[in-house]
């Protein structure tokens, strides 16, 4: 389970909620405290509701955080106070309906949650205690895969028809500087501007290739373009993700490793002010909604909600990045980093910068002027982006219920495809006629 499911289509949960803050439902329960302590080792939590809810809860990394989900509750709370492991504590409505409770923690934890009702109070008690270096990180847990009845299999006819109203993932491939912006320069006279650019255009054409994708670069030559004009070609194609491709640098020729970067918290705040200020410009900024039209405290609550879902998509879209490029190199940390990036400031739309390989490392920038190492980076970023939307598959699009037409790769059977899609081999083989289980690199399937 992601941080937010689909986490930056916001449009009808955001217009929703600017209609609840005006009218709210007496219906719903209210989360109206949360005390927060240090009990030794253990921080303990507690939450006071109005009525009885129900409940999950889940664990984070990169950063630490642990979250609480609570079905038809809305939060009406004074202070949100920290201790112990918990730094910060923010809510955000989910579905519509549902809130979202997120802790942000100082270290990984493991949790144990109780619930008590008392007449028409009902509090919640949440006990974290932090993990032991050698203990391993709280893992999340899968979603179960969603049934499929097979009985009545829908024809190849029909699901393809419902292929074509459905949409490819719109990515924006962002190769760094460019024109009298060379970026860094190697020992040999390499310069990061070719070396963005070069792997960029690999990076799209693997995207395009694939039908589940349409990708867009800011550049396709050596052309300067400013820092928000990248992000203007990203909100101009409406993408639902956006990918800066660079080359790290340092004056010690012996630091190494790819890095991948998603926004700080501090950026964030500095481009919450500034859209706010500028908001009669920004006509349809938070997942399509405007904030031209609303108060000063509406307008900050949409935009609030939106930044700290793409926040966090950002950060999942980057840690799957970031693992891929470790199965090709060495990486110069081993956890997503987070800095105020222009580039990465877009409210709405999940942004991550790659630093691919160090130039100024004599070694790595040899590799990073070879053909097939460039091509390698392209398709640890194209590996990345595809396991990120799988989990995350925005509305409309072919990610959507099913993979859609789908290209079997070296490596795939049924039994991964029936998995990754969260649907049944039998489905599979009786969508596409299969008489056998085998399967062909090149190979095209439908997915139910």
Known sequence: MTMFTRPFYLSRWLLLLSFCLVCSRASAAELTAIAVEQNGATTEIALKLTADAEYRYFALQSPDRLVLDLSSVRAKLASKPAAGVVTNIRTGVRNGSDLRVVFDLSTGVSAEVSKTVAGDQVFMSLSLKPLRAAAKPVAKPKPKPKPVEVAKPTSPQVVKKEIKKRRPVRVVIDAGHGGKDTGAIGPSGTREKDVALSVSKRLYQILKDSPDFAP???????????????????????????????????????????????????????????????????????GGVSIQDKDNSLAAVLLDLSQTATLEASIELADNVLKELGVIGPLHKKTVQQAGFLVLKSPDIPSILVETAYISNPKEERKLRDARYQQKLANAIFRGLRDFFVANPPPGTLFAQHGGDYIVRRGDSLSVLAQRWGTTVNAIRQVNQLRSSSLEVGQQLIIP
Request: proline share 0%; hydrophobic share 40%; net charge positive.
């Open 216 to 286: 867009v670069m800011s550049r396709t030559g050596d052309q300067f373009l400013k820092l928000r004009r990248r992000m203007d070609v990203a909100r101009n194609n409406k993408a639902d993700a956006f990918v800066s491709v660079h080359a790290n640098s340092f004056t010690s020729r012996n630091v190494r490793g790819g890095s991948v970067y998603a926004l700080s918290v501090g950026g964030a705040t500095s481009e919450h002010a500034r859209w706010l200020a500028e908001r009669e410009n920004a006509a349809d900024l938070v």
